[in-house]
């Protein structure tokens, strides 16, 4: 007899965003994963999460992923800057107390990984929360795109570096324009 708990089920859709597609998914009515392809590794996060955490994947239609999607298309064309959806932040403490730091970032501004540091009184883990923010598996609604370097300068960000900088001109101005070269990857 098999006692062994049986993996939960996430339901995952993917969208078609002005950045490329992303990959979401909902795990008992909250969504626990929003990520942007990149064709050098797919989906192969998304696939690791799941093992991480014992999550079995399914395509398949869901309530929230269409509130997700209706959402996100309404950030990019502007209507909407604070999302209102449930999620689940599916990590360690330690990063999951970093990810609340960043849903304190408002819409627009940035703040630097030595101004999280500050936050939570730990002034030596600018290198661990800099770890934390890249292993942030709910891109923009967790919006790790809005931390920068202490100088100004864009750091490193999973969906790319041109991803991050569309997305923070995005919230400072009006509509972007995407110029051609954002489809020459």
Known sequence: MDISPKPRVVISKVFDT????????????????????????EFSAFEDF????????ENGAHELLNKTRIQLEAYFLKKLQQFELPVILMGSPFQTMVWNQLIQIPYGETCSYEEISLRLNNPLAIRAIAHANGQNPIAII????????????????????????????????????????????
């Open 18 to 41: 002005p950045l490329g597609d992303m990959l979401a998914a909902v795990s008992e009515d909250t969504l626990c994963y929003l990520e942007f392809s990149n064709a050098d590794r």
């Open 50 to 57: 799941c093992k991480k955490w014992d999550l079995k994947p």
């Open 142 to 185: 967790v919006p790790c795109h809005r931390v920068i370097g202490k100088d100004g300068s864009l750091t490193g960000y999973a969906g790319g570096l041109w991803r991050k900088k569309f997305l923070l001109e995005h919230e400072r101005t009006g509509p972007v324009q995407m110029e051609l070269d954002f489809y020459i990857r």
